[in-house]
């Protein structure tokens, strides 16, 4: 199936489309690390994975890794979850979503 002539125009213009839209700019900041609070979250799944390879569960050092990673993993997931659920704004895809919705309405008319 070919896109539609709209899908080839914000291929070629999303990021411009995006980075002109000042909440798509702020939700973008919102990410990057500006406080001691900040490091702080996201130093815990450092800290979390080299715990459970040091606490040695199993007897293999191959296993430790892979679940030592795993941890990491999984507390870098909720620590992003937890500073976009304390920044309080929306969803990056939503306000895109948004942003792509005018732009085909003002395409179209």
Same mark, same amino acid.
């Given at each position: 199936?070919?896109? *539609? *002539? #709209?899908? &080839?125009? =914000?291929?070629?213009?999303? &990021? !411009?489309?995006?980075?002109?839209? &000042?909440?798509?700019?702020?939700?973008?900041?919102?990410?990057?690390?500006? /406080? @001691?609070?900040? =490091?702080?979250?996201?130093?815990?799944?450092?800290?979390?994975?080299?715990?459970? #390879?040091? =606490?040695?569960? #199993? @007897?293999?050092?191959?296993?430790? =890794?892979?679940? %030592?990673?795993?941890?990491?993993?999984?507390?870098?997931?909720?620590?992003?979850?937890?500073? %976009?659920?304390? /920044? @309080?704004? !929306?969803?990056? /895809?939503?306000?895109?979503?948004?942003?792509?919705? &005018?732009? !085909?309405?003002?395409?179209? %008319?």
């Amino acid at each position: 199936m070919e896109p *539609t *002539t #709209f899908e &080839q125009y =914000w291929q070629k213009n999303r &990021q !411009r489309l995006l980075n002109d839209n &000042q909440e798509y700019r702020e939700a973008i900041e919102g990410y990057k690390m500006k /406080s @001691g609070a900040d =490091w702080l979250l996201f130093a815990m799944p450092v800290v979390a994975a080299l715990l459970v #390879f040091d =606490w040695n569960p #199993f @007897g293999r050092e191959l296993l430790n =890794w892979i679940v %030592s990673a795993l941890v990491a993993i999984i507390c870098f997931a909720a620590c992003v979850a937890v500073k %976009s659920w304390l /920044s @309080g704004g !929306r969803p990056i /895809s939503e306000i895109e979503a948004d942003i792509k919705e &005018q732009a !085909r309405r003002k395409f179209e %008319s």
